[in-house]
């Protein structure tokens, strides 16, 4: 199974189809590609390492402390830790990346500042949901760990749209 998962290299399909697309794009809209590619892959990396050092070892003591407090006996495999690990590695390094994912659309036109701005609420809530399901355990601890910086990551993200819209 390990072998299996360090085969799988997400990024080098996403290099072949920016090298397929590249001819035909303008010389500033491959700058700005490649500007948002190493920025997306930085910001995942970067969540990965937060999920590495913070998210997944707490939640895996929250659920060991839970298990010993009903009184039940953990029985956890090496394949159901390294499942619930690269689950929250990736959905960490993928929440990471929001702000590149919230420019794209805004500079393609799709959306507005004003539209990302009026519409906090909903995200807050929707972040909020989405680190709830994510999380394996079912205390507000790992939630909070995990929204905290993707809120953070959001307001990242309307500063980027708004000098965007400026510029």
């Not at 910001?43 to 913070?54: Q, T």
């Not at 990346?97 to 507005?112: Q, T």
């Not at 953070?152 to 000098?163: G, I, R, S």
Request: proline share 7%.
């Amino acid at each position: 199974m390990l072998h299996n998962l360090a085969n799988r290299r997400p990024a080098y399909p996403l290099y072949e189809v920016y090298r397929f697309a590249e001819p035909g794009l303008y010389p500033h809209e491959a700058r700005l590609v490649r500007r948002y590619f190493a920025l997306f892959t930085l910001l995942f990396l970067l969540g990965c390492a937060y999920a590495c050092l913070v998210v997944a070892p707490l939640t895996t003591l929250v659920m060991l402390w839970l298990m010993a407090a009903g009184g039940a006996e953990p029985l956890i495999t090496v394949s159901n830790l390294f499942y619930n690990f690269s689950l929250i590695l990736l959905a960490t390094g993928a929440a990471f990346s929001l702000p590149v994912l919230l420019v794209i659309p805004a500079w393609l036109g799709l959306v507005s500042y004003e539209d990302l701005r009026s519409r906090w609420r909903y995200v807050v809530m929707g972040i909020l949901v989405v680190t709830a399901a994510v999380t394996p355990d079912p205390t507000p601890t790992s939630m909070l760990l995990l929204s905290a910086p993707l809120l953070l990551d959001y307001l990242v993200a309307l500063l980027l749209v708004k000098e965007m819209a400026q510029a």
